[in-house]
């Protein structure tokens, strides 16, 4: 299994480098570490995404917590799903013990006990952290009918609303905003506007309006509405220069993976509005690790799947890096894992034939080596992986059986009090520490329907059709921005609807434009 004897020259060479490089560790030969020959990427290549895959307990966290660091230190933030919690350890220093000090004494790495800036994020304040929460209207269609596993048919219907709901004003802030939308949709007021949309049965929105509900009774509501996160804050450096690692505390939500799954998507598509083209720096603006990203593709619709696709590809010149992390390299989506340039490929378990065929699967992902990989993959030992990356050419490195860095920071999780000290020391806590519900869809409508029938009637057929698309079902009166007694004119009017545009950048009257993935621009 051995590889032939000239593989130590042929790693030294390819990653001999110059320039600044994240050092992930040394490289093994018959299991014995050759510490000149370390094992390293270039920072500028590493918008050229990754993937870290590997059994439970092979070290992907590990990786990627050694990964965090360096780039904290180099200046780069670092975005992290912390699913399990066992990230948290990285904002206080590591302990040293006999046996980590023989490790990192054998692959030549100069080890002390360090922890680095962080900042704890948790969704919609489940958990220690300042709490992260997006609108329903930037949220989008798309990411929402994932979240409520909706199908095909659902899921155009959403769009449907949403395109209601975008054209004619209606601030959908929070999920209450949405179900208020599908409920006049449905009732004898909305008749009209139903209509006009054109492919959204009452019956179809019959049943996503339950799947909300539903939803909401899980505990959804306070994942959505304002105020909303903004993704640049990610973006910033602590006063002495090093990259704020921000992680996102997921331990609360565990049971919600489609859930945060998603949102890390719409983190992500949110940054690619946001951010503008950088092509290839020295070194990223961000790397973002997308931890448990079997949870992403699982069950992924074709379309779905397609905008993965785009964004990870779109991202790179935005300067963003993105590493999925998860078990199988085949649970990355074939157009994805294409795009991902630098492997990060811990152990793999053979026991069933499904496994076996797994591994042969992500053996057949690599460059050609001299290593036997299927066997050399289920004998690596713990924090040992194998790697090829991109040279500061964008070249494929030789294939390398490495034994990785130990993180200096905490390799378990940080207690709660230090935590807690951190939040509530966080300038982002201010910012979004408390939600607020403005005056959006939900009241406006919840006031139209309770007013008598027919004159909730009349105002409905003077304006509130007056903004849907398809084709014109009736004769329009005032067109939106007139302003009538009609739901639209009444939102458009409101104080809360102009301050939403405003944080929506739109233009009053114009449809939210949505992108890719059907999330709203800010
Ligand atoms: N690079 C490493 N240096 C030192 N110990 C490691 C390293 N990688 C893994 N380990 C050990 O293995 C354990 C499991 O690693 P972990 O990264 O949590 O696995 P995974 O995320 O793949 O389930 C860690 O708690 C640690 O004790
Ligand atoms: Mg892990």
């Given at each position: 299994m051995a590889a032939s004897a000239d593989i130590v020259e042929t790693v030294k060479q390819g990653y001999a480098f110059t320039g600044p490089a994240l050092e992930l560790g040394c490289l093994l030969v018959d299991d014995k570490p050759v510490v000149d020959a370390q094992v390293r990427v270039p920072l500028g290549m590493l918008n050229r995404h990754g993937l870290v895959a590997g059994a439970t307990g092979t070290g992907k966290t590990k990786t990627l917590q050694v990964m965090a660091e360096q780039l904290s230190t180099n200046g780069v933030p670092v975005f992290m799903a912390d699913i399990k919690g066992d990230l948290s350890g990285v904002s206080q220093p590591g302990v040293a013990n006999d046996k980590l000090t023989a490790r990192t004494q054998s692959i030549g790495q100069n080890w002390e006990g360090q922890g680095f800036p962080v900042e704890y994020l948790s969704l919609g304040g489940q958990g220690n952290g300042v709490p992260v929460r997006a609108t329903i209207t930037s949220f989008g269609p798309t990411l929402l009918a994932k979240v409520l596993d909706l199908n095909e048919t659902q899921t155009s219907s959403l769009a449907l609303v949403f395109h209601f709901a975008d054209s004619a004003g209606l601030a959908l802030l929070d999920l209450k905003d949405l179900r208020a939308v599908i409920q006049y949709l449905i009732s004898d007021e909305g008749q009209q506007d139903l209509t006009g949309l054109g492919g959204l049965s009452k019956a179809t929105a019959g049943v996503i309006l339950r799947e909300l509900i539903a939803f909401s009774d899980a505990g959804a509501e306070v994942f959505f509405g304002e105020p909303e996160f903004n993704t640049k804050d990610l973006l910033r450096n602590a006063p002495d220069g090093r990259g704020i690692i921000t992680c996102l505390e997921l331990p609360s939500v565990q049971d919600k993976p489609a859930l945060f799954s998603t949102f890390l998507l719409w983190m992500l598509a949110d940054l690619f509005h946001d951010l503008p083209e950088a092509g290839d720096l020295d070194k990223p603006k961000l790397v973002f690790f997308f931890d448990e990203a079997h949870l992403l593709f699982k069950d992924a619709s074709k379309a779905f799947l397609d905008q993965i696709t785009q964004t990870v590809r779109l991202i790179r010149s935005k300067a963003v890096g993105v590493f999925f992390v998860t078990q199988n390299p085949k649970d990355v989506n074939d157009d994805v894992l294409a795009q991902l340039g630098n492997r990060v490929q811990h152990a793999l378990r053979a026991y069933t034939p499904d496994d076996a065929k797994a591994l042969k699967a992500a053996a057949s992902t690599f460059p050609n080596s001299s290593y036997d990989l299927e066997e050399l993959l289920t004998q690596l030992g713990i924090g040992e992986a194998i790697i090829t990356v991109l040279s500061d050419r964008g070249a494929p490195t030789p294939v390398a059986w490495t034994r990785l860095?130990?993180?200096?920071?905490?390799?378990?999780?940080?207690?709660?009090?230090?935590?807690?000290?951190?939040?509530?020391?966080?300038?982002?806590?201010?910012?979004?520490?408390?939600?607020?519900?403005?005056?959006?869809?939900?009241?406006?409508?919840?006031?139209?329907?309770?007013?008598?029938?027919?004159?909730?009637?009349?105002?409905?057929?003077?304006?509130?059709?007056?903004?849907?698309?398809?084709?014109?079902?009736?004769?329009?009166?005032?067109?939106?921005?007139?302003?009538?007694?009609?739901?639209?004119?009444?939102?458009?009017?409101?104080?809360?609807?102009?301050?939403?545009?405003?944080?929506?950048?739109?233009?009053?009257?114009?449809?939210?434009?949505?992108?890719?993935?059907?999330?709203?621009k800010r």
């Open positions: 860095r130990a993180p200096q920071s905490l390799m378990a999780p940080a207690t709660d009090e230090a935590i807690t000290a951190i939040v509530n020391a966080s300038p982002l806590k201010p910012e979004y520490g408390q939600e607020i519900d403005r005056e959006s869809a939900y009241e406006r409508l919840q006031a139209k329907l309770a007013t008598p029938p027919s004159a909730a009637g009349r105002a409905a057929a003077s304006g509130g059709g007056a903004a849907s698309r398809g084709p014109a079902p009736a004769p329009r009166q005032a067109p939106a921005a007139d302003q009538g007694p009609g739901i639209v004119g009444e939102v458009v009017h409101s104080s809360a609807f102009k301050s939403f545009l405003r944080s929506a950048g739109t233009v009053l009257g114009r449809e939210i434009t949505r992108s890719i993935f059907g999330t709203a």
